[in-house]
Nanobody, 126 residues
Framework: QVQLVDSGGGLVQPGGSLRLSCAASGGTFSNYAMGWFRQAPGKEREFVSAISRGASVYYADSVKDRFTISRDNAKNAVSLQMNNLKPEDTAVYYC????????????????????WGQGTQVTVSS
């Protein structure tokens, strides 16, 4: 059983930056592809970014060139650096872990992920 703890959310002005972190425990972190999703009020959870076991990265078009995902297998952690934040980025952000045999696998589908963090609120407002 893998436990994920999200942190780093907060209130930021448009154009600002935040760095989200996700700490994993209870499993072999390097065996999991990792993803970030977000959910705004009244909307479905949507894909933001993913990183494979081999550190290949994948972004939603809405965040490409603004967000950067990274992982540190030695620290059992994944991070999401968010720059040039916009009001439409306001949501609860969740990290997720996907158990996979393949080093190149990543997914943008919520159903492919096995474990989820509790979420961290990001609010972009002036």
């Amino acid at each position: 059983q893998v436990q994920l703890v999200d942190s780093g959310g907060g209130l930021v002005q448009p154009g600002g930056s935040l760095r989200l972190s996700c700490a994993a425990s209870g499993g072999t972190f390097s065996n999991y592809a990792m993803g970030w999703f977000r959910q705004a009020p009244g909307k479905e959870r949507e894909f933001v970014s993913a990183i494979s076991r081999g550190a290949s990265v994948y972004y939603a078009d809405s965040v490409k060139d603004r967000f950067t995902i990274s992982r540190d297998n030695a620290k059992n952690a994944v991070s999401l650096q968010m720059n040039n934040l916009k009001p439409e980025d306001t949501a609860v952000y969740y990290c997720a872990a996907q158990r996979t045999f393949y080093r190149g696998t990543y997914s943008d589908r919520t159903n492919d992920y096995d474990y989820w963090g509790q979420g961290t609120q990001v609010t972009v407002s002036s």
